[in-house]
């Protein structure tokens, strides 16, 4: 068994590192990089927090789970990589941006703190760097407002709703916010991680570094109708919000080079799974992710994979989920080697994008023009049949009517 780190910078684009071709200055993560394996082409199971890292760290698509709200409990059936190490006998642990949001029902992650105190992360890793551990930080600040400060709940929003005013004003102001992010990314990389790296043993260690999501600026309409953070991630399925990073870096580390294949965030928790040495359990088929280290430890192609990406109607500040499927999950999508789905299940919308031809997403092919994709359509819409809507506590639930009563939302 290994020790391993797993990094997710909330809101990394996929091209903000340096290393990725981005334009952030970002020596420490392309140091780090060039003794890692890269998966240049890595899509996300969802375009916000809650469901794309609960579908990293169990490799079961987040629309199997039902996950869309930060107090619902994971689902029992399937092993997450923290119950599997865990159970080999690895301290788990996880530093989230606030402990009353990400796995506050999900006991198993081992929640130790706020990754905004980064003292008391530092503290934690010096006093368990010599055990195996499984340790999980979700690092917060490249997500919106963009500044690298510990900040109550009320004081991010206030200033996140400053940054959207200002993205609101036009897109001349597009530019000042994305030099914002840049720096966030650059504090990240170059105050941050050298900070974490100095005290981790990183010879014995698995190093990840990934995100649960990219960003967008309102590129694709008008400013003036960017109403909250989702609108930067959470409500679309393009390739900005979709696409992130991973690099993954041996103990020790050793060049592996570059996997231009498509694979998934999904596939990080059998892939890790199988690194660490832990059980069985966390790669068995019925899981949507596969082990991706032969191409990590033998230089292996990755299998052809195509990745199924789902998005969530916004309950985040709802006191209930609904209760069919097809009301929560609102917009499916799949990506293969060379094309796009995207699937809105309620009015039938469909979009295909060229991805070889057209990048950016910009160019909708009508479905009659390409029916030899029709096999592609019923992948993608056969995913509804498997989604569900999860568990939420009934605690949960009267304590946000009573937040919402308290608001005047409710009677
Ligand atoms: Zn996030």
Redesign the pocket.
Known sequence: MTSAVIIVA??LRHDALGCMGGEAQTPTVDRMASESTIFERTVSAAP??VP?IASMMTGVYSHRLGLAKWEQPWPGEYRSLFASAAQAGLRVASFVFDTAHLFRRVSEAGVAGSSQDTDSLIRWLEEHRNEPFLLFIHYWWT?IPYVDKPMTMSAWKQTSDRVLEVLRSGDAARKGVQALYRRAVERFSEVWLPRVFDVLDMDSTWTVLTS??GESWGERGETSKLADVFDL?GNTLYDEVLRVPLIIRPPGGSRSGRIPQLVRTVDLAPTMSDLMGLDEASRRPSLDGVSLADCIQKGAHPPELDAVSVMNRDFVDLPDLPASPDELWNAFALTTRRYKYIWRPQTDTRQLFDLDVDPGETQNIPAQELPDLESGWRRLTGELARAKVGEVMPKDVEKTRQRLRNLGYLE
């Open positions: 909330d809101s916000w927090t794309s997500h649960d999501h991630h």
